[in-house]
C-alpha cells in the first residue's frame, strides 16, 4: 500500500519522527508496543521471526529494490502502509539520511515470562544493568552464536529492539528469547528456585579461574553479566553462587562487558550434556 508523502510534518509519520533521541525512544517505545527496524535484512528477520510490521518508510531510489520485501510483508500481515518520500524529506522526518533502505515502525512482540523463558534451558545470560545499546547488541550475538538459550534482563538493562542494538546483533536480538525482570532480586532468587547456578563474571578475592568451571560445569548456569561502568550490582553479587573471573596478563584487569561474555559462553560452549552449536537459536 503506496504512500506518497511530501511533509515532513505528517502525522501519520509520528512513530519516525526523532530517532536520535535514544531517551525519548526508550520511553516511547515500550509504552506503546513498538520498536524500529532498520534496513531490509533485519526487517525481513523480523518478519521472519513473525514480528508484525505497522508502516514502512523509504526513500525513492529503495521502492523497486524492496517490491519483495514489500510483496513478503503484505503476504504474511495483509495491507502495511509504505511511505515513500524523496530523500530530503525522509531526513527531516527521522533526523539523518536513511542509508540503508528502509525502516519499519514494528509491533513489539510480547516476551515470555520468566517461567517461560528457562523452561527446559541449561544455559542463560542476565544482563545486569548494561545502558549501553552496541554492548546489549553484541552481547545477544555472542549469546546466539554459542548457545545461550534465553536472556533475563535487569529493570534498568537497555533495550535489545532498540535499532543499534538489533543492528549489532545481526538480528539475534529478534530471534534470541528474553524477558525483562520485574523483581530483581525476587526474580534472581527464582533462578536459584529453578536450579540455576548464578555465575556473576567479575572480580573478587574469592573468584574461580573460568577454566575450573568449564572442567565441571553446573548442569544449569546462568551467566551474569554486569554494566559497562560499576559492573554487577550488589544485589546481583549476594545472589551470585560463584564469582568467575577471565585470567588476564600484562597488567589488564578486565575486558569490555561484550568481550568478555563472548570468552565465557565459548569456554563453556560444549558442556557435557549439551547438543550441538547448530541445535540451538544462532
Known sequence: ??????????????????????KLRRVLEPAEGLYMAESSKVISRAIEAGHRPRSLLMTEKWLAPLT???????????????????DDVVEQITGFHLHRG???????P???????????ATRIAVLDGL???????AVFRSAAALGIEGVVLSPDCADPLYRRSVRVSMGAALTLPYTRAESWSGDLQLLRD??????????????????????DPPERLAWMLGSEGHGL???AMDAADLVVRIPMRLGID??????????????LRDAPGRGAPGDRVG
Not at 1 to 22: A, F, G, K, S
Not at 131 to 137: E, L, R, S, W
Not at 194 to 215: E, I
Open 102 to 108: 528502509a525502516l519499519a515502525a514494528m509491533h513489539r
Open 254 to 267: 578486565s575486558l569490555n562487558v561484550a568481550a568478555a561474555s563472548a570468552v565465557a559462553l565459548w569456554a
Open 110 to 120: 510480547p516476551s515470555p515470562s520468566l517461567v517461560e523463558l528457562v523452561s527446559g
Open 68 to 86: 519483495d520485501l514489500i510483496a513478503h510483508a503484505e503476504g504474511r500481515f495483509g495491507p502495511v502502509p509504505v511511505y515513500v518520500g524523496t
Open 1 to 22: 500500500m503506496i504512500e506518497r508523502i511530501v511533509d515532513p510534518h505528517d502525522p501519520r509519520l509520528t512513530d519516525y519522527v526523532d530517532l536520535t533521541d535514544v
Open 194 to 215: 529453578h536450579g540455576f547456578t548464578l555465575a556473576a563474571l567479575a572480580l573478587s578475592d574469592d573468584s574461580v579461574d573460568l577454566a575450573d568451571v568449564a572442567h
Open 233 to 235: 550490582s550488589a544485589t
Open 131 to 137: 545502558v549501553d545499546h552496541t554492548n546489549v547488541g
